[in-house]
């Protein structure tokens, strides 16, 4: 019995320690410390409404938008359905998808100067990336000029003041929102519809 009260007391404690106190504390420092991101980073227009959040992946296909790496996750960028396609290098599904991405990027993209870059036609393990680097948005700008009517400098200079560096200059690849780029080329050059 008494080494029953030990384990109960022990038990207890461990619950409270890691099941209440641990939690609340993080929270609280996140709330503190990193409060927007904690929310989840949501982004909203001028008038207030909820546009989307920054930290998850929104399919765009309009020729005058950035668009971003493709999603396994649901039917597209779904958070409740986030993972790859497990799909391996050797799957003919994979390979098959990846010719039509890279076919249609091709011909929706015919001045652009260089390759498809890889990343637009591969998807994330999550799925949800809202980032693609910058030269996967330097290679749409053409299409996104034509589209626009817009020269394809301007166009650039968003894409450079909107490419977030490594984190603390270590971590990661220089990467560009494709949420935020998009609403800032609503914003600089006009919505299209």
């Not at 029953?4 to 207890?12: K, Q």
């Not at 299409?143 to 971590?171: C, H, M, W």
Request: charged residues 20%.
């Amino acid at each position: 019995m008494k080494e029953l009260m030990i384990a109960f007391r022990v038990a207890l404690v461990t619950l409270v320690l890691t099941g209440i106190i641990y939690p609340f504390a993080v929270t609280g420092v996140a709330q503190a410390i990193f409060h927007e991101k904690a929310n989840g980073s949501m982004i909203k227009d001028e008038k207030g409404m909820l546009i989307g959040s920054g930290l998850i992946g929104q399919a765009f296909t309009k020729p005058s938008y950035f668009q971003p790496r493709p999603s396994a996750a649901g039917n597209g960028f779904d958070a409740t359905s986030s993972g790859g396609s497990n799909l391996g290098p050797s799957s003919l599904k994979l390979r098959d998808r990846i010719t039509a991405d890279a076919e249609r990027l091709i011909k929706d993209n015919p001045d652009a100067k260089s390759p498809v870059p890889v990343e637009l036609v591969t998807a994330s393990a999550s799925g949800l990336d809202p980032h693609i680097s910058p030269e996967a948005a330097v290679w749409q700008i053409p299409r996104i000029a034509a589209s626009r009517n817009i020269a394809p400098e301007r166009i650039k200079q968003i894409v450079e003041s909107l490419t977030e560096s490594r984190d603390f200059g270590i971590l990661g690849e220089p990467r560009v929102n494709v949420l935020l780029i998009n609403l800032a080329l609503d914003k600089q050059l006009g919505k299209t519809y």
